[in-house]
């Protein structure tokens, strides 16, 4: 068997990680890639496999007809590409931010509608063991009632000068933050009903670098997601608080503790010595873009639905967009 035909759309960081673990996945062959500068692809192209450069996406569609399209490119063109690869007969896989607008989304969802293919948007956090512990945590009621959730994500903004652009980025809310929105969503399986966000941007840039954003959701739950792309040391912290257990991930390490538990000098120096000196080593083979590929090409192959729908980015963007609201107008937005 032939396998499924893979392309992808950019040549950026995101593609890199698609690239790799496409090529690990038996059930597929990755054979082209578009990219608007050629040169770039030039590099790409021969990093994975001699693959076949284009830029022009639907002479790509048209000559390769890949069964599977991975759109890793800037938000701003995610409806277009998108669309464009579902409407040429490709399965779409779609980065996150899942578009720039709620007006692109609903394209997006139309297109997935009238074409009868898939379109999955990646939110990769989903695919981490640890991630998906705690919501099975929260699914077989062992945590009781969650109170409050954060998470809290921290690096400096990437050398390409499209993350400083508004006109093809929301900033570090739609880039980052809308990991960590996708993420409380997902474990608490509520909606959120309101948002207010402050943010900053101390380094000159057009858009803004740190934003703060607190949720209120149906369930009587709070949530805050934290993210800065002016944070020299790559990294992320989540947690939350249950009527039963609380739970802290830290460094790559998840950390679960009963409400009631006795909490000794002894109890604290054992957790301080497990979160600085004991090393994640699984993570060396455990890669959740490899888990998040895999299963996308499992859903096509198995002509399953992915865990993920299209209507789930566009609800995180309708929040990730109010939460850009709240910030210019220093007031909350209902949802």
């Known amino acids: 068997m032939a396998g499924l035909r893979v392309a992808i759309v950019g040549c950026g960081s995101a593609a890199e990680y698609h690239a790799a673990a496409y090529r690990k996945n038996s059930d597929v062959k990755l054979v082209a890639v578009f990219c608007r500068r050629e040169n770039r692809g030039d590099k790409f192209a021969a990093k994975y496999g001699n693959l076949n450069i284009y830029t022009d996406i639907s002479e790509m569609l048209g000559v390769e007809k890949p069964d599977i399209v991975s759109v890793c490119t800037p938000a701003g063109s995610h409806a277009e590409f998108a669309i464009k690869a579902m409407e040429g007969g490709a399965n779409v896989l779609c980065e996150k931010p899942f578009a720039s607008t709620i007006q692109e989304a609903d394209m997006m969802i139309e297109a997935e509608k009238q074409t009868g293919k898939v379109l999955m948007p990646g939110f990769t956090l989903r695919f981490f063991n640890e991630m998906r512990k705690v919501k099975r945590l929260a699914e077989n009621g062992e945590l009781g009632k969650i109170g409050n959730l954060w998470f809290r994500k921290g690096k400096w903004m990437p050398e390409q000068k ?44 057009e858009i803004d670098d740190n934003i703060w954003i607190n949720m209120k959701f149906d369930n009587g739950a709070i949530g805050v997601v934290g993210s800065s792309y002016s944070y020299p040391f790559f990294s992320y912290d989540f947690g939350l608080s249950g009527e039963k257990k609380a739970v802290r991930h830290f460094r790559g390490k998840l950390f679960i503790e009963s409400v009631e538990a006795n909490h000794t000098l002894v109890w604290n120096f054992f957790n301080y010595c497990l979160e600085t000196f004991v090393l ?56």
């Open 162 to 205: 499209w993350y400083s652009d508004p006109s093809k980025t929301g900033g570090v809310a739609m880039d980052l933050a809308s990991h960590g929105i996708d993420l409380l969503t997902w474990i608490t399986g509520a909606r959120v009903t309101s948002v207010y966000a402050s943010s900053t941007g101390i380094y000159g840039k």
């Open 280 to 335: 994640p080593l699984r993570h060396l083979v455990d890669d959740p873009f490899e888990k998040e590929i895999n299963h996308f090409v499992g859903s096509i192959k198995n002509n399953k639905k992915p865990l993920i729908a299209a209507e789930e980015g566009r609800e995180n963007l309708k929040i990730v967009l109010a939460a850009i609201e709240s910030a210019k107008t220093d007031r909350a937005v209902n949802l």
